[in-house]
């Protein structure tokens, strides 16, 4: 961990947190989820850089250490894709290696769609490919499936807003690394799904989780609840 080096980008009037380790000649770029951040990625990033690589995650705006949007509500997929060839551009990468786990799969798709001359070969885990549209959950899954729920305006902030970021981040860890989707009744919010004495996951640690709480407490929730929940 204490050979993960930080920088900032400056992306128009936003600067966005980058961290990065390795020098070899091919270069990794991690993309997160929710409610992940660059932090997500040290184990992959040591383990490429002890292989040769050289490995970059980025904090999308708004998440983790990057400065949010000055429009929270009003951020895209799209300002993704602009950050992302903004912070190549910035640390002068021509080509590169694309890795994204859960929503972060969605940007390495349509950047490497958008612009394959600066893609070596992507990487995805847990989200295929899927053409953009509008969503078709609805078709598919009840009202109460947490993503249709938090895509409701206001009702998913109203639900975080109960608890501290550490609590929040701690209650998605644990929905999410269960093998049930995370559904709630009619009149029930899907923070409530977890009992405050459930136990974390193995894998998840008390460090990591004030690692998370810590960075959430600073970004707060409203970039997040918009990409990929947007509304």
Known sequence: MDKIQHKFVNVGALKLHIAEIGNGPNVAVFLHGFPEIWYSWRHQMIALAGAGFRAIAPDYRGYGLSDPPPEPEKTTFSHLLDDLLAILDALSLSKVFLVG????????YLFSILHPE?????????????????????????????????KEPGRAEADFGRFDAKTVVRKVYILFS??????????????????????????????????????????????????????
């Open 101 to 108: 786990k859960d929503f972060g799969a969605s940007p390495a």
């Open 118 to 150: 600066r893609v070596i070969g992507v990487i995805t885990l847990g989200v295929p490919y899927a053409p953009p549209g509008p969503s078709m959950l609805h078709k598919y899954l009840p009202e109460g499936f947490y993503m249709l729920r938090w």
């Open 178 to 231: 269960r093998s049930e989707l995370p559904i709630a009744n009619e009149n029930q919010e899907i923070m409530d799904l977890v009992e405050p004495d459930t136990p974390l996951p193995s894998w998840f640690t008390e460090e990591d989780l004030s690692t998370y709480g810590a960075l959430y407490e600073k970004s707060g929730f409203r970039t997040a609840l918009q990409v990929p929940y947007s509304r």
